[in-house]
């Protein structure tokens, strides 16, 4: 036990300077979303083509929702393959809300939002007592369950045809979200917005909580915490987000379909957060925007889509053993490790 | 003052904790020994909620704890620390000291703040300090070295600041000389804390050298209580555990 007495390498905690540096962390946050939002809502001034901001438009329904699932895979290891009926739940909730009610947009948002907590709640109460490979099972088998009530509840729903004939978007605050441009800017700030609180979980004593019940949940009960009850919580707040993306989707494409309940979309979440990396809090987002781009350019040049996507996943699963984000962050701190040597 | 009262339990048809009876003073250290099997794990696995007892009562100050869950107990002031060092890999020292104030101050659910809590600082650097690991605080906890795990896992139960510690052998998997520096680590902190400490070994000369009091289990029973010297001199204690005289002459 020599290393016991081995020299300080790290300075003493006091209590300013740990205030004051939680505080810059949170500045520097607020920060970085502030002018991602700007860069994103400048976008149209410079660039005119439609379709770049439907490719945002997209990446931040999608985005939301797979960083939503790396807070249960990557920092409290809950492995989930059914967090996409929460995105499907968040698309045709308010799909049916806006057709049906006629209630502002604001509303409607919220209206979907306590559904999804509800629906979370009893389904997280359900699952989250399950070991890894039975918490799977079961989420994927809740995810399909929602999916062919979607098919069959027809008369609500309206079957495999999904939620026709457009979801009415009046305006409100002057945002016509029929517009592209506001649908757009309104994208952004949704995204932002999602990341930063995200951001906020993960980085809060909460967040350490779950990483403590990642990496060794019975100890994580012999200090105090119950476990239980901080799984159930995070499942239901990443259900939140995943709800938000599944909204965002609705808006953009004007309905709800049974795909967006299905099961591949869980699987597209999982294959997201294994390109970008589940060890960093962008990485679920950069895998979004690499899928999104893959899934456009290839569809484009073959049909023979699934099999690109498989070369392309089993490169990162065997070739890289992690996601892109996670390989750029080990490279960059073996750099600088290097450079610490050498200097 | 933790009493235990009739505590059992059984496996199928095994008996692995049977009627045991116990009283631990306030600031006592008290060494549970015992032949492989004896029930000593069971034993402290039922008294932190690990295991449910079948019967029997678990007083701490007179309030039962027995059927409880793991936390509720450690919130109450039992602390435990494990044979395999049972600690939180991918975390530092530091964080995993901070995380535990937090959760140890209510606070483990909290989403509006950033970690760490200015508010936990003080008792995580108390608790590095005191484990010898404040220098190691940037290290994660899986890249530390054995010896070093084991003392994460007792800081680990000694920030919450436990009223009673159990430690399942602090020593395991340790060499000679280590095993000397972790119990004299053990000892110090007994002394310094004033709290009661229990601790499994399995190290006669550790176990005479330092613990006041003696405990022995056999087959899930407890075969005698008391000072090293009365245990040494027990008869029932030479035929089942020490084996030969000579081995308990040797001892002496």
């Known amino acids: 036990m020599t290393e016991l007495q081995a020299g300080q390498d790290g300075e003493a905690l006091s209590a300013p300077r740990t205030e004051a540096r939680t505080q810059r962390a949170r500045y520097l946050d607020v920060s970085i979303a502030l002018v991602a939002f700007a860069v994103l809502a400048m976008l149209p001034l410079f660039f005119s083509s439609k379709a770049l901001l439907d490719f945002v438009i997209r990446c931040s329904a999608f985005g939301l929702f797979a960083t939503s699932l790396n807070l249960l895979v990557g920092y409290t290891g809950m492995i989930s393959f059914g967090h996409g009926m929460f995105f499907g739940l968040g698309a045709y909730g308010y799909g049916l809300i806006m057709q049906r009610t006629g209630v502002p947009i604001p509303v409607a948002f919220v209206g979907t939002l ?23 099972f079961v989420t994927l088998a809740f995810q399909m369950l929602i999916h062919s009530t979607i098919l069959s509840w027809t008369s609500l729903t309206g079957g495999d045809q999904g939620l026709r004939g457009g979801i009415p978007r009046p305006i409100f605050l002057g945002i016509d979200l029929a517009n592209h441009v506001h649908l757009y800017v309104m994208s952004c700030a949704l995204l932002v917005l999602g990341l930063l609180l995200m951001r906020q979980i993960a980085q809060s004593p909460f967040g ?7 990496d060794n949940a019975t100890r994580a009960s012999f200090i105090g915490i119950d476990v239980w009850r901080a799984r159930l919580t995070i499942f239901v707040l ?14 953009f494409v004007s309905g709800a379909y049974p795909e967006f309940a299905y099961w591949t979309i869980s699987g597209e979440g999982i294959f997201i957060n294994m390109l970008g990396g589940v060890t960093t809090f962008l990485g679920p987002m950069v895998g979004t925007v690499l899928l999104l781009i893959l899934n456009d350019t290839v569809t484009r040049l073959t049909e023979y889509y699934g099999i690109v996507l498989g070369i392309v996943i089993l490169f990162f699963a065997i070739g890289l053993r992690k996601g892109l984000m996670d390989f750029v962050v080990e490279w960059y701190a073996q750099r600088r490790h290097d450079a610490g040597e050498r200097g | 003052m933790l ?23 306030d600031g006592s250290l008290t060494a549970v020994i015992g032949p492989n099997g004896a029930g000593k794990s069971t034993f402290f696995n039922l008294i932190t909620g690990a295991l449910r007892p079948d019967s029997g009562e678990i007083l701490l100050n007179g309030v039962d704890m027995a059927g409880r869950s793991p936390p509720e107990i450690v919130r109450h002031g039992i602390g435990r620390a494990f044979q395999v060092a049972s600690i939180f890999p991918s975390l530092t020292v530091q964080e995993t000291m901070l995380a535990a104030v937090c959760a140890d101050q209510r606070r483990a659910s909290v989403l509006h703040r950033r970690f760490p809590l200015a508010e936990t600082r003080d008792r995580a650097e108390h608790a590095m300090e005191l484990l010898g690991l404040a220098g190691k605080r940037n290290r994660t906890a899986a890249t530390l070295s054995h010896g070093d795990q084991k003392l994460l896992d007792i800081a680990l139960a000694l920030v919450l600041e436990p009223r009673v510690l159990l430690l399942d052998e602090p020593t395991a998997g340790m060499g000679t000389e280590e095993r000397w520096r972790m119990i004299d680590k053990v000892r110090e902190l007994w002394e310094r804390q004033k709290i009661t400490v229990v601790f499994i070994e399995h190290d006669m000369d550790i176990v005479f050298k330092i613990a006041p009091e003696i405990v022995v289990l056999c087959y899930g029973r407890i075969l005698a209580t008391g000072t090293p010297d009365a245990i040494r001199r027990n008869q029932a204690v030479i ?7 000579d081995h308990a002459g040797a001892a002496i």
Request: proline share 0%; glycine share 10%; with cysteine.
């Open chain 2, 239 to 245: 035929e089942a555990y020490l084996g030969t005289e």
């Open chain 2, 3 to 25: 009493e235990i009262r009739g505590l059992s339990k059984s496996f199928g048809g095994v008996k692995a904790t049977d009627n045991v009876s116990l009283d631990f003073a």
């Open chain 1, 114 to 136: 306590l559904i999804t907590a509800v629906v979370a709640a009893v389904i997280g109460a359900i699952c989250v007592r399950l070991k890894e490979i039975y918490f799977a």
């Open chain 1, 238 to 251: 990443a259900a939140l987000f995943a709800s938000t993306g599944g909204i965002l989707m609705a808006l």
């Open chain 1, 208 to 214: 350490y909580t779950l990483r403590m019940i990642r």
